[in-house]
């Protein structure tokens, strides 16, 4: 499979997904979920006026594509539905552009972590 395998392509489920509530959220990362045809597939809301830096956005889409990538792994054999599903990783608060890698991990990729394990458990 190549890297783009999993990417949610269609704008109409973006606008489903966005329309219905978030499955869960925590800190600025929102997740929301919708039932697919044709296997698993993530997207990402990622607003410039929200995360003004794009490294800031590219970290962010890197770590929940490895949370991403590891669910796949451990669920997808197992779980019926993991095979018919679309992920919406959303950040909901601004961001500021003057953090380190740390302080984004802090305030980002943990929230992401227990957004995803709530989702996946």
């Known amino acids: 499979m190549g890297k783009r395998d999993h990417r949610l392509r269609s704008p109409e489920d973006f606008r489903r997904a966005l329309r219905s509530r978030p499955v869960a959220r925590s800190g600025p990362v929102a997740l929301y979920k919708i039932d697919l045809d044709d296997g698993c597939r993530i997207g990402f809301v990622l607003p410039k006026k929200l995360v003004r830096s794009s490294v800031q956005r590219n970290q962010i889409k890197r770590w929940s ?54 989702v996946v458990s």
């Open 65 to 118: 594509r490895a949370l991403f990538r590891d669910w796949l792994v451990r669920f997808a054999e197992s779980d019926s539905h993991a095979q018919s599903l679309g992920l919406v990783v959303r950040i909901m608060q601004p961001l500021k552009k003057e953090w380190s890698r740390r302080e984004l991990a802090a305030e980002v990729r943990l929230p992401l972590m227990q957004v995803f394990s709530r």
